[in-house]
């Protein structure tokens, strides 16, 4: 009972150690926990996605719903956010504090937390490692020092900080990281099902709360497979079971490596569904993000002093900047005194430690990208991170430099056996001050960042008495941020809770309604085509395509609208809304429902610019075509769909398929015709895609036309 009693003294006194430094670099939060944030001029956007995330998870989990699905962004179709940013473990952790406090405090409590757990899960890890290393039971107390000095090591590294200036709560939580690697540790010393079984959750949920620590973790997994089942073949030991290496004196033990790759296998095999569905489609939901520039890291930037120290953090920056103009995400230093004594630990146990030395440095080469870097030259040498760069999902990621969150965690166990050779060298009392002193130097050093900016968004106040969403319909925000660097609706939505049209979030999906839905066109780009090819048309097919995808209400934003919205005011008055509720803030215009409910046709992608000679009006067809009929009554309904068409050059043929149904072809004739389609039409919206051959323009514009369309008409 006293040993219990002691441990748990141990834990509470770690504990409340980093709670101590935390709230010191974390001030002045602490003090304005409950209105205010931490984040810099762009964090300010991330800063209030994660407080949704947060919010949604609460929202989700109170209601018996999908965390992974959430109907409450672009409406009406949903959007499936398992690959996004949501970081359900966060959200969990936060729970109670979501539901009695709000979510802005909850996200709050999240950084905190990052910083007390991130240096207690890697303090656990590495007084475990180190106990390993030196197994003398005398200087037990030594490695706990030790352990608390590696713990601040990673919690406080500048990486670390950078992350929560940048208000991005999902890389922020790198708490996650160590509990994984320990229970993987245990697993590797002695193998077990339990181990086995806890390490690949935990892997899991390292990918649950972003899918970049996940796809790192992952891969690292399968190096410590490796390294671990490497062994020192002994003089005289028996061979059963080993496999020999080409290199004289080693062996791979079959058995580790069995057992190191079960967590890998667990993972596989709880994410099956979502591989193959990845597989399946591609990206689409994600994007291609390898054109776009990558948070690269160059091999100088993880031994820069802290850029966010406020005495020689602005020259740091300026000399990184200098050597990458306008790079951004770039700090992923180690922190100096971390260096320092990694460089100490390194150098008195590479020879028993060399694993994690190879992981640090493997983890450090995949965070340099695609092709290593040196002080802004493109050295043109491939890095390990091209042989996953093309790989489904690994192509959507924009972010390879966070694969230093490993080797700050390796640095910081080099950094943890450097202090414990440095505290072995002092007596008793001298070595609780020089842990002291280091703990300091760490924070002081490597972790601080001063004053940290802190960042309120305003509530519209009528938003915070509007009725509860009643199931019926959604509202369209203006400016229509769609999936634009701005979070202003999510927040809004976290005291609605009515689903809205587009949303911020880390990826933008396919959503034809953002891009060609008539009123929402309109209203996002400012672009209005009076007299299109479409019947009916403008404002009718505006006004009423808005009531079919049951948008209750149009709101204004006046003070994110800015010289915008007189113009705006006039559109709106042109489709026939009225202003309902108002205020200084914001104004709802409401979308009446038409007296008659009719089909609406308008134009998706595929289309060029409306052209007009002598008072006939086309658009040309490019050789593929989408066009969108809305069936706004609750059950199949006839249509008759006219198409009033000229081919380009030449009879052409023209293909169409009506949703999922099979496809069927027409003629166009040179000469222009109509054609009369008689279609069943389900409730909803239905896509019908177009495909004829095109040809080149002869005024050499490099445009492809096929069909010259004067008139489409449903009715």
């Keep these: 009972m006293p040993k219990v009693v002691s441990a748990l003294k141990l834990h509470l006194l770690v504990l409340g150690c980093y709670l101590v430094l935390s709230l010191f670099v974390l001030w002045p939060m602490p003090l304005h926990a409950l209105t205010h944030v931490i984040a810099t001029g762009p964090g300010q956007v991330d800063a209030y996605l994660g407080i949704w995330n947060v919010w949604w998870t609460a929202e989700a989990l109170t209601t018996g719903q999908n965390p992974y699905v959430t109907p409450l962004l672009f409406h009406p179709q949903g959007l499936d956010i398992f690959w996004q940013t949501l970081s359900l473990p966060q959200g969990l952790l936060a729970l109670p504090v979501t539901l009695t406090a709000g979510p802005l405090p909850a996200y709050n409590l999240l950084i905190l937390l990052s910083f007390v757990l991130g240096g207690y899960f890697s303090f656990l890890l590495i007084r475990t490692a180190l106990r390993l290393i030196f197994p003398d039971p005398a200087h037990l107390h030594l490695i706990a020092y030790a352990a608390l000095v590696g713990g601040a090591v990673y919690t406080f590294a500048p990486f670390h900080m950078q992350k929560v200036l940048d208000a991005q709560l999902e890389v922020a939580s790198i708490q996650w990281v160590p509990l994984w690697a320990l229970a993987t540790l245990k697993l590797l010393i002695r193998p077990t099902w339990f181990w086995a079984l806890l390490s690949g959750l935990l892997l899991l949920w390292v990918g649950l709360g972003t899918w970049y620590y996940g796809l790192f973790a992952l891969i690292s997994a399968g190096v410590l497979a490796g390294l671990w089942a490497l062994q020192p073949r002994e003089p005289g030991s028996p061979s059963t079971a080993e496999l020999r290496l080409p290199i004289k004196g080693w062996f791979l033990d079959l058995r580790l490596l069995a057992w190191g790759l079960v967590p890998i296998l667990l993972w596989f095999l709880l994410m099956t569904p979502r591989l193959l569905h990845l597989i399946r489609e591609g990206d689409e939901l994600l994007g291609d993000t390898r054109t776009e520039q990558h948070a690269l890291a160059d091999l100088i930037s993880f031994w820069l002093a802290n850029p966010n120290h406020p005495l020689w953090g602005e020259a740091v920056t300026v000399f990184y900047t200098s050597l990458h103009p306008g790079e951004i995400l770039w700090n992923v230093a180690f922190g100096l005194v971390g260096i320092a004594l990694a460089l100490v630990g390194v150098a008195t146990t590479w020879r028993t430690q060399w694993r994690w030395l190879v992981l640090g440095v493997l983890a450090s080469a995949m965070a340099l990208g695609p ?345």
């Design 371 to 715: 092709e290593i870097m040196l002080f802004g030259w493109h050295t043109g040498i491939p890095g390990p991170y091209a042989l996953i760069h093309d790989l489904p999902g690994v192509r959507s990621s924009h972010r390879p430099n966070h694969f230093v969150v490993i080797a700050i965690l390796t640095t910081a166990l080099f950094a943890a056996a450097g202090t414990y050779h440095l505290l072995r060298r002092a007596r008793r009392r001298g070595a609780q001050w020089l842990t002291a002193g280091l703990l300091v130097a760490v924070l002081l050093i490597d972790g601080w960042a001063g004053s940290l900016p802190l960042f309120q968004r305003p509530m519209p106040q009528a938003y915070l008495t509007m009725p509860p969403p009643d199931g019926t319909g959604g509202l369209l925000p203006i400016p229509v941020h769609l999936n634009v660097s701005n979070s202003e609706h999510l927040w809004s939505q976290t005291a609605h809770r009515w689903p809205i049209v587009g949303g911020f979030i880390g990826r933008e999906p396919p959503y034809p309604l953002g891009r060609y839905a008539p009123g929402v066109r309109e209203l996002r780009f400012g672009q209005v085509y009076r007299d299109d090819i479409l019947t009916p048309g403008w404002p009718e097919l505006a006004r009423e395509t808005l009531a079919a995808y049951t948008i209750h209400s149009v709101v204004f934003h006046h003070a994110s609208m800015g010289t915008t919205l007189t113009f705006m005011r006039d559109l709106v008055d042109e489709m026939g809304l009225e202003p309902g509720v108002q205020d200084a803030e914001v104004t709802f215009y409401p979308v009446p429902e038409p007296p008659v409910k009719r089909p609406l046709a308008y134009l998706g992608s595929g289309w060029g610019d409306l052209e007009e000679d002598r008072g006939t009006r086309w658009r040309w067809m490019e050789p593929t075509a989408q066009l969108f009929l809305l069936n706004p009554e609750a059950t199949a309904r006839p249509v008759r769909l006219s198409l009033d068409l000229e081919a380009f050059a030449q009879v052409r043929p023209l293909t169409l398929q009506v949703g999922d149904a099979p496809p069927f072809t027409i003629d166009v004739a040179r000469e222009r015709s109509v054609r009369h389609l008689r279609l069943i039409l389900p409730p909803g919206e239905t896509v019908v895609y177009l495909n004829a051959p095109a040809d080149s323009s002869p005024d050499q514009s490099g445009r492809q036309l096929s069909i010259a369309v004067m008139g489409i008409a449903i009715e």
